[in-house]
């Protein structure tokens, strides 16, 4: 059964941010080739008007942007009025215009809160996919959580990227038969094990000294900042140690700050966004990743990097511990800098079996991933075409 579809997200490349979301890039071009797919993007006004346009290209779907203008700092409990106000400025005779058997919203608020209006409005059943923060910190807002609940509980299905995702989406009232939790995927073309020596060479990169990797975006809620609080004590044991962060975002210039006052900026390198395709010889390289979050849904470098034979340090937040095995790396609490401390040394001392993490990271294959979304979004078509069809009897 192949559906007409369209997704409304924020979480998706555009020619403002061409790398933004890779997880989202991988499952809709994926589902593209299965049905199809147009893909709507809410650009940030912010990016929109203050960055440059940068060659941008998609397969298998259908790529469109709209910009979202909304009051900053102040008012977030209007974005989702915001964002759908900009929406129909920009797209509504498009909408109205194409008849979609289903629509994906990818992330609860505002585009979720926003979207099911549309959806509703159009009499189209939708689905909503759940990663993190939006449950995780925003549905924790006031204001904010009751139009998350209203959004998720009219959705014909709500997909979770871990079982901890699809607790909260239960607790906020939604049927659990509705809720479904499907773990991201993992490239097997580019995400293999593989020779650290050979990575190293390369990259450019020292043979005979330690590397740590950080790749994500660079805020405090991800942890970067504590991991460099953490990383004079793995220089005491290990002077030779280093450590990179691959990303972009606001901590940028605090971390350089903050390096030089701890007197390490000489072992920190920021090396800034790096093409998704190009990422598996980095985790290869590295003796460990560390992703010291605050709050995640199941954070797409993690199996990555296990899928590239690389040890995971990580924090016990989330969907994280569904997804890393003691034989892959350690889990700390969130911002516990002396757990953090002991955890990356530990890690650094100890022999790990590359093959066998890899191993286990191949369990989440995107093919199983998209063809139970697909399978999700055909019974959420179907649900109309019953409708449909008992209405007219």
């Given at each position: ?10 979480l ?22 299965h049905?199809?797919v147009?893909?709507?993007?809410a ?10 346009r ?12 709209f ?16 964002w759908?106000?900009?929406l ?57 959580r ?18 901890a995702?699809?607790?909260k ?26 020779s ?70 000489d072992?920190?390198h ?60 350690v ?33 989440f ?15 959420a ?8 069809k008992?209405?007219?009897?």
């Open positions: 059964m192949s559906l007409k579809v369209l997704i409304l997200t924020n998706f490349p555009s020619p403002w941010d061409p790398l933004r979301s890779p997880f989202n890039r991988q499952q809709f071009e994926r589902l593209g080739q049905h199809d147009d893909v709507i993007t650009v940030d006004f912010r990016e929109r008007f203050g960055r440059k940068q060659p941008f290209r998609v397969n298998h779907v259908n790529s469109e942007q910009v979202f203008f909304y009051p900053p700092v102040i008012g977030r409990s209007l974005h989702a009025a915001c759908l106000g900009s129909l400025v920009q797209k509504w005779r498009r909408l109205r215009r194409v008849h979609y058997d289903c629509l994906l919203l990818s992330w609860a608020y505002p585009d979720a809160a926003a979207a099911s209006w549309v959806a509703r409005h159009l009499g189209i059943p939708y689905v909503v996919k759940v990663h993190g923060t939006d449950l995780n910190v925003k549905a924790e807002q006031g204001l904010i009751p139009q998350i609940r209203q959004a998720l509980r009219g959705a014909q299905a709500v997909v979770a990227v871990s079982q995702l699809a607790d989406a239960v607790a906020l009232g939604v049927d659990p038969s509705r809720v479904h939790v499907i773990y991201n995927g993992v490239e097997p073309n580019l995400f293999t094990s593989g650290l020596s050979e990575a190293r060479s390369k990259l450019s990169l020292p043979q005979d000294e330690r590397i740590l990797l950080y790749v994500g975006n660079l805020k405090d809620s991800k942890g970067c900042l504590d991991l460099l609080e953490a990383f004079p004590r793995v220089l005491a044991t290990h002077p030779d140690a280093n450590l990179i962060f691959i990303g972009s975002g606001p901590s940028r210039e605090p971390l350089l700050q903050r390096a030089v006052a701890l007197g390490c900026q072992r920190v920021l090396l800034g966004a790096v093409e998704h395709d190009a990422l598996g010889d980095w985790f290869r390289a590295a003796d460990l990743l560390c992703l010291p979050s605050h709050n995640e849904g199941v954070p797409n470098v993690v199996l990555e990097a296990m899928a590239c034979g690389t040890p995971v340090v990580a924090t016990r937040v989330g969907g994280i511990p569904e997804v890393l095995p003691e034989h892959a790396g889990l700390v609490d969130a911002r516990d800098r002396i757990g953090l401390e002991g955890a990356l040394v530990d890690v650094l001392g100890k022999a790990w079996d590359s093959e066998r993490i890899a191993a286990y990271a191949g369990r294959r995107w093919d199983e991933n998209v063809e139970r979304l697909g399978g999700i979004l055909e019974a078509a179907m649900s109309r075409a019953g409708e449909v008992y209405s007219a009897s």
